[in-house]
């Protein structure tokens, strides 16, 4: 059956040899010359894997505020250490005031009667909203405080005191009129012999 088969197969091929494609394939329904035909590889193309982007799309430009001032020079305060009373000034127009620790330092014992191993130096100035401080008896109080400046604790010297206060200020909102009040912090019948004293610059910001 085997040879029979082969016989076969070989008439058939030479009938398309000699009578052409078209005869064996109305024979067999295939074509002879794509049977036998050497087909060239084509390469196959893998599609690339679709990843979603994980960068953000480019955000629209954001408007800036400028948060530098314009600073208008208003002169300096001198704080005495040895006032209760402190200083008062008068607000001459409504707007932000800043008041900035320039230089100098006090100490709350008089030299030589400081206790031992204690530091005395500070630079902390009181501003009260007010014609003085807030008492409760001996003792300086934070109501109606409207800015605790330049706090920085108590120091062995007056230099190390003025050295860690560089670059201290704070600022309020002040109406045209008010009257603040500038005072070192001791306790209210302890200031007569506190050496030192603190000069603060203090300015008009327009934002």
């Known amino acids: ?50 990843t979603q982007s994980t960068i953000p799309p480019f955000p629209f430009a954001q408007p800036q505020l400028d948060s530098t001032p314009a600073i208008q020079s208003l002169g300096s305060i001198i704080v005495m250490g040895n006032s209760n009373t402190g200083v008062q000034i008068q607000i001459p127009r409504s707007g932000i005031y800043r008041f900035a620790y320039h230089s100098g330092a006090y100490a709350d014992y008089a030299i030589g009667k400081e ?41 062995p010297s007056a230099d190390e005191a003025e050295q860690n206060a560089q670059g201290q200020f704070a600022e309020a909102l002040l109406s045209e009129g008010d009257v603040i009040t500038l005072i070192a912090v001791d306790a209210f019948d302890s200031y007569a012999d506190n050496p030192g004293k603190i000069f603060i610059d203090w300015f008009f910001a327009e934002y």
Not at 7 to 36: C, H, K, M, P, W
Not at 134 to 153: E, F, P, V, Y
């Open 115 to 155: 206790p031992h191993n204690t530091n005395t130096w500070l630079t902390q100035i009181f501003i009260y909203k007010g014609q003085g401080a807030s008492w409760n008896g001996r003792i300086i109080q934070l109501d109606n405080l409207l800015i605790r400046l330049a706090d920085t604790g108590h120091w």
């Open 1 to 50: 059956m085997k040879k029979q088969t082969e016989f076969l197969g070989v008439a058939i091929a030479l009938i398309a040899l000699i009578f052409g494609d078209n005869l064996y394939e109305q024979i067999t329904g295939r074509s002879f010359v794509e049977r036998f035909s050497i087909k060239e590889h084509q390469p196959t193309e893998t599609p690339l894997p679709q």
